[in-house]
C-alpha cells in the first residue's frame, strides 16, 4: 500500500461518512481527483488527446494503482470497468463503516476523459461486491 493511496482512502472515508448521498460526492470528488491526474498524465506525455478509452483506463490505473487485476470492456454505448482487488476502497481496504458506497474510480476516469476532451454521457453506476463493476454511457 502506498501513501498515494492511503491519502484517498481516507478522504473517502470522510466522504462515506455522508449517509446515502455518499456516493455521490464521491463521483463529483473523483472527477475533479481525475480532471488533476489527467492533466498531469497529460502533461507527462504518458497520455495524448487522441487516447482511446482502454488507453486512458491504463494511464489512470497505473498512475494510481487501483487495481492490477482491473479491465476494462467498452462497446458501442457503455465502457465497463471491473475491479476485484482495489486498493483504493474506503470499505474493503480501508475497513471504514459507511453506509453506503464511496467509491471514485467512475468519477476519475470521467475526469481523465474530459481532460483529453472526451466527455462519457452519463455518471458512473457501480455495482459495489467482492467484484464491483462500473459502468459509464459514452
Given at each position: 500500500?502506498?501513501?498515494?493511496?492511503?491519502?484517498?482512502?481516507?478522504?473517502?472515508?470522510?466522504v462515506?461518512?455522508?449517509?446515502?448521498?455518499?456516493?455521490?460526492?464521491?463521483?463529483?470528488?473523483g472527477?475533479?481527483?481525475?480532471?488533476?491526474?489527467?492533466?498531469?498524465?497529460?502533461?507527462?506525455?504518458?497520455?495524448?488527446?487522441?487516447?482511446?478509452?482502454?488507453?486512458?483506463?491504463?494511464?489512470?490505473?497505473?498512475?494510481?494503482?487501483?487495481?492490477?487485476?482491473?479491465?476494462?470492456?467498452?462497446?458501442?454505448?457503455?465502457?465497463?470497468?471491473?475491479?476485484?482487488d482495489?486498493?483504493?476502497?474506503?470499505?474493503?481496504?480501508g475497513?471504514?463503516?459507511?453506509?453506503?458506497?464511496?467509491?471514485?474510480?467512475?468519477g476519475?476516469?470521467?475526469?481523465?476523459?474530459?481532460?483529453?476532451?472526451?466527455?462519457?454521457?452519463?455518471?458512473?453506476?457501480?455495482?459495489?461486491?467482492?467484484?464491483?463493476?462500473?459502468?459509464?454511457?459514452?
Open positions: 500500500m502506498k501513501i498515494k493511496q492511503r491519502i484517498l482512502i481516507g478522504a473517502l472515508g470522510a462515506g461518512k455522508m449517509g446515502l448521498q455518499s456516493q455521490l460526492v464521491a463521483n463529483k470528488v472527477f475533479l481527483i481525475g480532471e488533476q491526474v489527467g492533466s498531469e498524465l497529460l502533461e507527462k506525455g504518458i497520455l495524448a488527446k487522441e487516447a482511446s478509452y482502454p488507453e486512458i483506463w491504463q494511464g489512470l490505473n497505473e498512475a494510481i494503482e487501483i487495481d492490477t487485476t482491473a479491465f476494462m470492456e467498452e462497446d458501442k454505448e457503455k465502457i465497463i470497468i471491473t475491479i476485484g482495489c486498493h483504493i476502497c474506503p470499505k474493503k481496504v475497513k471504514y463503516s459507511i453506509p453506503a458506497t464511496a467509491c471514485p474510480v467512475g476519475m476516469f470521467r475526469g481523465v476523459c474530459s481532460v483529453l476532451g472526451k466527455t462519457p454521457k452519463s455518471e458512473s453506476e457501480l455495482t459495489p461486491g467482492k467484484i464491483c463493476k462500473i459502468v459509464i454511457t459514452k
